[in-house]
């Protein structure tokens, strides 16, 4: 099983509309880390956000929003009035104590393609 | 403000040779990681270090990889023998705090293998 889904694989928008990102996680721990990271076709990982697990707040950052629900175990991530430079592959990631390890690598989901057209 | 830097931008090599990738991370950062990510897909984790040696390695990160900081600043990944199913684009990241903290990554090398 997948720990990070992203059920949208790609998703394709008219600029000025909302669109939401899905991510669904998967952990059995308790104290977890989740991020949103964009890439954009000039390829590198933009860091966007980052909540840990005792978080439940939601977040907004000017057109962007996100939406923690741990009864859900979702993470979802929605731009408001989109505009064609949101273009890019949007990145989910968890991040949890590894089994034996000290360090909270991060596992991402396959990413959602989003397209704002003009 | 500082950034994760990465060199070369790409790299081609054939089968079977040696490749150094190299990173520098973000100066007060102490926890450093490299990822890959094949052409359209996601981005997988390879290894993590910390103090001079490695934290965590993913199955990926067999007998043909390694990792060193062999000075102050530079993190380098070594692939000994490269196939052509390592050609992929490589991330490096660093953090200044383990815990979850955000990790900042470069701007990846892109490795082709002929």
């Known amino acids: 099983a997948q720990k990070v889904t992203q059920a949208q694989t790609e998703i394709s928008v008219v600029e000025k509309e909302d669109v939401t990102l899905d991510c669904v996680y998967e952990?059995?721990?308790?104290?977890?880390?989740l991020f949103w990271y964009k890439q954009p076709p000039s390829g590198e990982l933009v860091f966007l956000i980052r909540?840990?697990?005792?978080?439940?707040q939601n977040e907004i950052s000017g057109r962007y929003s996100w939406n923690f629900q741990k009864s859900t175990s979702s993470f979802n991530f929605t731009i408001t009035a989109s505009q064609v430079v949101d273009s890019a592959v949007y990145f989910c990631?968890?991040?949890?104590?590894?089994?034996?390890?000290?360090?909270?690598?991060?596992?991402f989901g396959k990413g959602t393609l989003l397209t704002v057209n003009p | 403000e500082p950034e994760v830097t990465q060199t070369p931008s790409h790299q081609v090599t054939q089968m079977g040779q040696e490749v150094i990738l190299r990173c520098v991370p973000i100066?007060?950062?102490?926890?450093f990681y490299w990822y890959r990510q094949i052409l359209g897909q996601k981005v997988e984790f390879l290894v993590s270090?910390?103090?001079?040696?490695?934290?965590?390695k993913s199955e990926i990160f067999d007998d043909q990889f390694s990792v060193e900081r062999p000075d102050g600043s530079n993190f380098t990944l070594k692939i000994r023998s490269t196939k052509l199913e390592d050609s992929a684009m490589y991330f490096c990241?660093?953090?200044?705090?383990?815990?979850?903290?955000?990790?900042?990554f470069g701007p990846g090398t892109r490795l082709t293998v002929l």
């Open positions: 990241a660093s953090s200044k705090r383990t815990g979850g903290h955000e990790q900042f």
């Open positions: 952990t059995r721990d308790t104290t977890y880390y």
């Open positions: 909540r840990n697990s005792f978080d439940e």
């Open positions: 990631a968890l991040s949890e104590l590894s089994s034996g390890g000290s360090n909270y690598k991060l596992t």
């Open positions: 100066s007060n950062h102490l926890y």
């Open positions: 270090f910390y103090n001079n040696e490695i934290s965590e």
